[in-house]
């Protein structure tokens, strides 16, 4: 776990950045961007009794990676170390428990993100828990989320020239497809996820 939160924590810091070089600076409502991200889960859940809904748990997986990277910010923000930030994640990770309602540990989670402006990481390791997932999960979903992010600011997303699909095919489609041929335990990971997702692009692009 401590590798991977190394690179998960260098990931967000550089993504950060690319954003805004002194992200740490500008008091983003990080908390914000997490509350408006629980809403969304909540509707991949399902809420409306009035008519039937089954959790869509891949869904829910993606928004909590999203929530992952919002919450890593805030971590980075407090100026802890490496390892100040991987004890306080793995004491937090070590036995979570969910209460077996999802939406109410949801809701309560919410709250705390609210009420703190910060992130609730004992109230997230209960969310995780609530849909069986798993830190390799996490850290494999959100490195892909990561390197997809940062292949995409490269390649002219922000100025509109970069187009999603690659020989019919969408780039977050070509993410799975690499990520499952890939040992994700490789220190590596990473920077060989990007080469080939380099590589794959100019095969299709010419």
Known sequence: MKQQL??????????????????????????????????????????KWWKKQTPDVDQIALELVDIWHFGLSLLLLKGHSVEDITAIVEGEFSNPKSSGDFAAD?????????????????????????????????????????????????????????????????????????VAQLDTSAGNFKDELYQRMETRYKELHG
């Open 106 to 178: 949801l809701e309560q989670f919410t709250e705390r993100t609210l009420s703190t402006k910060d992130f609730d990481v004992s109230g997230f390791a209960r969310l995780m828990v609530g849909i069986n997932m798993d830190f390799e999960t996490l850290y494999v979903g959100y490195v892909g989320k990561n390197v997809l992010n940062f292949f995409r600011q490269d390649h002219g997303y922000q100025d509109g020239s970069y187009q999603k699909q690659w020989g019919g095919v969408e780039d977050n489609e070509h993410l799975v497809d690499i």
């Open 6 to 47: 190394a690179t998960m924590l260098e990931l967000q810091n550089d993504m950060n950045t690319k954003v805004h070089a002194r992200w740490r600076e500008q008091n983003f409502e990080w908390y914000r961007a997490i509350w408006i991200e629980c809403a969304e889960l909540l509707d991949h859940y399902g809420w």
